[in-house]
């Protein structure tokens, strides 16, 4: 999995290529970030995913990429939940309930976690949310209070600070994907244990980037997520540590998926359209 490339289209976002390949596939995610598009009633992020045979180079499938990026960051939030959060860790807070908020709690709750707190300015997709699954809609304090947290804010300022960290939480920061976004103090981000997808990506343009520029923290503090996945690197301390898991996104998430739907629509469990090239 080479870096995603980054392609500026001023002053109104930018392009995003992500490749991979992996398990006999390979694939090109193709997606933007246009910030002013809600106000033309367009998506923020909108795309589309190409999937092609590895052995031969025969494309397959053409994914929406949006989908799938919804599937893939909230099933990340699960398996870094899974992987990092206390034994005992329950209830989940979600702060910002727009699409990657709410798929990440769909996944949450999927994985078995439950009597979540959704919290969101837009008081209507808080609760619309939270009747779906079964959950209360709250205040940005009721959902910092569960323990896990995730946060899918746009990143424009902080939610999470030094005063709601308590022993045995887990945050997981998925909102901060690019330069320039944090959801959570730098104070916070330095009092956690640390784990991300991608050391490059969450030090660049992650939520451990300011603290990392500042010098708070150092590469040695930080543990990617597919080590303690892999049984390399040791995950949580102990059921007092505070674990903060940076989500930035990677093309390789996106594959498991798309690789996953072409199974599906191989074995009949999923409808597409058929188009010849
Ligand atoms: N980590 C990843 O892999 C990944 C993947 C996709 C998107 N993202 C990022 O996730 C963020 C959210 O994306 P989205 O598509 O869900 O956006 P969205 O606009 O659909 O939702 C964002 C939500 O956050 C809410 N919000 C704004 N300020 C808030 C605050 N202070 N407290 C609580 N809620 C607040 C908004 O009202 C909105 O409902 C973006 O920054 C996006 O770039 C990350």
Redesign the pocket.
Known sequence: MPAKIYLQSPPFGDFRAMPARGDGVALLKWIT?FPGN?ARGLP??MGVICLSDAETGAPLMLLDARAV??L??GA?AAVATHALAAEHARTVGI????????WTARCLAAAGYSAGVC????EE?ATALAGELGWSAGS?EDAAACDIVCC??????A?IDESDLREGMHLNM?????PG?AEATVGAVAACTLFC?EWHQASHGGELTGAISGGLVTRAQVTELGAVLAGEAPGRAGPGSMTLFD????AI?DLAVARAVYDAWQAGAVQAQEISL
């Open positions: 970030s809600p923020t992020v990026t919804a893939r960051t990340v702060i910002g309930c727009g699409l990657h908020g709410a919290s969101d300015p837009r997709e940005r899918v804010t746009p990143g424009s300022q939610v998925l909102g901060a994907d690019g976004k997808d989500s930035t996104g990677l998430q």
